[in-house]
């Protein structure tokens, strides 16, 4: 089991660009969900799925789409990048909402020129 | 907002001492969680509690699930190199809600 995979691991853009993040998760969970970590900050929920076919808001979903493609992946994508946006993007999983343990992926750092 | 207090922001410590840290809110929390993140790595679950009162280890690890429901704390029994990283508390007010983040401990051991 590789568990929760990010990729790309780290990325560069200019302002205005647009990205798509993504990961996957082998775990069979139903559940999975988009952070970002800023220095000082702790982690801040972007967004969510608690389930395949649903996705809500989190706490900081402005700038932010996110589509849950299967059970396995959820993408996270930056229409238009703004320098606020740098930071490291988290992906986790859990086996479903109710169960709040929830399982990380590496990161992926992210950087706004 | 961030409803989680989690103190110290950070620890240098010698090798060989015990570490405490904890976290509390104004909120009534049913899950609390420690996670540990190494540089450069997504968080990794230590402990889980589910219980008021509930007292968990995991080897050098214990945590404890603060009876209000409002506070969590983690030690670690002598500390090694190894132990270097950030340690983040996170809650969850209702199950089936999201999890809340702590701030995190910065915790560096000298050998």
């Known amino acids: 089991n590789a568990g929760v995979t990010q990729t790309p691991k780290f990325q560069v853009l200019k302002t205005g660009q647009s990205m798509t993040l993504q990961c996957a998760q082998d775990?069979?969970?139903?559940?999975m969900y988009w952070y970002r970590q800023d220095p000082g900050m702790g982690l801040r929920l972007i967004y969510y799925?608690?389930?395949?076919?649903?996705?809500d808001k989190g706490e900081v979903p402005n700038g932010y789409n996110v589509s849950r493609l299967n059970k396995r992946e959820f993408s996270l994508r930056l229409e238009s990048a703004a320098p606020s946006q740098t930071s490291v993007y988290f992906c986790?999983?859990?086996?479903?909402?109710?169960?709040?343990?929830?399982?990380f992926g590496p990161g992926t750092r992210l950087t706004v020129l | 907002g961030q409803q989680l207090n989690q103190s110290p922001q950070s620890m240098f410590i010698q090798e060989g001492e015990d570490v405490s840290m904890n976290c509390t809110s104004s909120?009534?929390?049913?899950?609390w969680l420690w996670y540990k993140q190494d540089p450069g790595e997504g968080p990794v679950l230590l402990i889980a509690?589910?219980?008021?009162?509930e007292l968990t280890s995991n080897g050098r690890l214990t945590a404890q699930f603060g009876i209000t429901r409002k506070d969590s704390f983690l030690n670690i029994s002598a500390s090694i190199p190894s132990d270097v990283g950030i340690y983040f508390c996170?809650?969850?007010?209702?199950?089936?809600?999201?999890?809340?983040f702590g701030a995190g401990t910065i915790l560096r051991v000298k050998s």
């Open positions: 986790a999983s859990s086996f479903t909402e109710v169960e709040d343990t929830q399982y």
């Open positions: 775990m069979n969970h139903n559940s």
């Open positions: 799925s608690a389930s395949e076919g649903t996705t």
């Open positions: 909120s009534i929390f049913n899950t």
């Open positions: 509690l589910y219980k008021a009162g």
């Open positions: 996170a809650g969850s007010m209702e199950y089936g809600n999201k999890l809340v």
